[in-house]
Structure formats: structure tokens, C-alpha cells
């Protein structure tokens, strides 16, 4: 679930972009970190993307900022904000997007709970008959 508020520390956040939801990592106002093209004009084009950081205005372009709320169970497997956000840094200028299996969500499930997951990717697919 998601909630639009103003995001904290090690939060994963999400903008809406049409199509699908732009996702990331907050650290600050300053500093968001997600997968988006070195320019951050063309987010979509996988042969620039790679892990950068960006203010949250840029990441947002003029869209609503929403934070997630975690489940129970999602709370016991989350990492710390610590861990998520020095995580996260830690990817800074890793390349290998890819919608299917590594996209902006994947980074962000991967940061927060150290497993590669995109809720988009796995609804279209069952929508498709996939897994």
C-alpha cells in the first residue's frame, strides 16, 4: 500500500508516471536514489540507466510523492533505514536495467528487502497468462 506524505529517511517512494509508477529511495531532499538514464530526461532508455541520485523534485517532475506503508509481514523482513539507504548507495552507477527483471521497483524491493521483486511486472504478466 502506498500513501502520499511527505517521505523520511531509507523510505521507499514512488511517483506516478502515467503509464507505471517511477520508484526509488529517499535519503533526503536532496537525495533520492533510483535507476534512471544519466540525465534523468529519458528514464526509460535501459542503455543510459543506471543507479543515481537525483533531488526529489527531479525525481518526482512535478508529480505526487507516495511512500509505502509495509505490512506485518513485510516490516519483520525490511532492513533498517540505515541499511537501506547505505545499501542503496552502494549501487550508485550499477547498470544492468532491464524492465522485465530490473527496473527502478526491482532496485527499490531490492534495497529494502534484499530481494529483487516489481508488483508491476508480476501484475502484467498474470494478466498476460504469465507466471
Same mark, same amino acid.
Not at 511527505?6 to 520508484?23: C, F, M, S, T
Not at 505526487?64 to 548507495?89: F, G
Given at each position: ?9 531509507? +523510505? %521507499?517512494?514512488?511517483? !506516478? #508516471?502515467?503509464? =507505471? /509508477?517511477?520508484?526509488g529511495i529517499y535519503a533526503s531532499d536532496d537525495c533520492v536514489i533510483h535507476f @534512471? @538514464? &544519466?540525465? @534523468? !530526461?529519458? *528514464?526509460? +532508455?535501459?542503455?543510459? @540507466? ?6 526529489? /523534485? +527531479? ?6 510523492? *507516495? ?14 533505514? %540505515?541499511?537501506?539507504? !547505505? =545499501? /542503496?548507495?552502494?549501487?550508485?552507477? #550499477? ?5 522485465v527483471t530490473n527496473n527502478c521497483e526491482h532496485f527499490s524491493n531490492e534495497c529494502a528487502f534484499g530481494e &529483487? ?5 508480476? !501484475? ?8
Open positions: 500500500m502506498w500513501e502520499v506524505k511527505k517521505p523520511e529517511y531509507g +523510505d %521507499q517512494i514512488r511517483v !506516478n #508516471r502515467g503509464l =507505471y /509508477a517511477h520508484h @534512471a @538514464a &544519466k540525465d @534523468a !530526461n529519458n *528514464e526509460l +532508455d535501459p542503455s543510459k @540507466a543506471k543507479i543515481i541520485t537525483t533531488s526529489l /523534485a +527531479d525525481f518526482l517532475k512535478g508529480g505526487v510523492c *507516495e511512500v509505502r506503508c509495509y505490512t506485518k509481514d513485510e516490516l519483520a523482513k525490511k532492513r533498517s533505514p %540505515q541499511d537501506i539507504v !547505505n =545499501y /542503496a548507495m552502494s549501487c550508485l552507477g #550499477r547498470g544492468g536495467y532491464n524492465l &529483487k521483486t516489481s508488483d508491476q511486472v508480476s !501484475n502484467i504478466l498474470k494478466l498476460f497468462g504469465g507466471h
